[in-house]
T-cell receptor, first 117, second 115 residues
Framework: GAGVSQSPSNKVTEKGKDVELRCDPISGHTALYWYRQSLGQGLEFLIY????????KSGLPSDRFSAERTGGSVSTLTIQRTQQEDSAVYLCASSPDSGTGGLSGYTFGSGTRLTVV | KQEVTQIPAALSVPEGENLVLNCSFTDSAIYNLQWFRQDPGKGLTSLLL?????REQTSGRLNASLDKSSGRSTLYIAASQPGDSATYLCAVRSRDGGSQGNLIFGKGTKLSVKP
């Protein structure tokens, strides 16, 4: 696609429910990042993928969070048993380079605003 | 471990002023540096990308410079307008990003341009 697409754009869920956030990167982009941004805060790194592989998952806040990427394309971020502190904007970015390529910049999606009530 | 710092955290200027936003990074082993703009409640929009071999990039009223050896970049905004009000983020693509992959962000400068 022309840009990074994230869905849904907004999600309101009840505490304790599971949610799945989706990121469609630009076609052919091998690197994909997930960040979250709580209200008034900076970007918090969650996880990155090189192709389908996530070299380091230590940025995920808890074991309720998981992410996967299939076919080197779409990525999903799943939050189980959501808590109110999970409320934030979840941002996805992609780049054409692998982790060692490095020449291209990143393109961000518009984000998913998650509200846990 | 690469760290990125942006100063000031917030800046308020009257319309028409020229201004400079600063970004510093601790490890000069980078591929490139990217400046983003974020409007409230929105995603990030890329403004300028400077490769490690370049000294500056320009787009309209924006000019970004890079001094890799000293670990510094500046974003110069000429003739500021109220529509420039946003948070400006600096990110370096580090050759060794550690657990964050290789894209490291600063915390941003929140700019307010008063009419």
């Amino acid at each position: 696609g022309a840009g990074v697409s994230q869905s849904p754009s907004n999600k309101v869920t009840e505490k304790g429910k599971d949610v799945e956030l989706r990121c469609d990167p630009i076609s052919g982009h091998t690197a994909l990042y997930w960040y979250r941004q709580s209200l008034g805060q900076g970007l918090e790194f969650l996880i990155y993928f090189q192709g389908n592989s996530a070299p380091d998952k230590s940025g995920l806040p808890s074991d309720r969070f998981s992410a996967e990427r299939t076919g080197g394309s779409v990525s999903t971020l799943t939050i189980q048993r959501t808590q109110q502190e999970d409320s934030a904007v979840y941002l996805c970015a992609s780049s054409p380079d692998s982790g060692t390529g490095g020449l291209s910049g990143y393109t961000f999606g518009s984000g998913t605003r998650l509200t846990v009530v | 471990k690469q760290e990125v710092t942006q100063i000031p955290a917030a800046l308020s200027v009257p319309e028409g002023e020229n201004l400079v936003l600063n970004c510093s990074f601790t490890d000069s082993a980078i591929y490139n540096l990217q400046w983003f703009r974020q409007d409230p409640g929105k995603g990030l929009t890329s403004l300028l990308l400077i490769q490690s071999s370049q000294r500056e990039q320009t787009s309209g009223r924006l000019n970004a410079s890079l001094d890799k050896s000293s670990g510094r970049s500046t974003l110069y905004i000429a003739a500021s307008q109220p529509g420039d009000s946003a948070t400006y983020l600096c990110a370096v693509r580090s050759r060794d990003g550690g657990s964050q992959g290789n894209l490291i962000f600063g915390k941003g400068t929140k700019l307010s341009v008063k009419p």
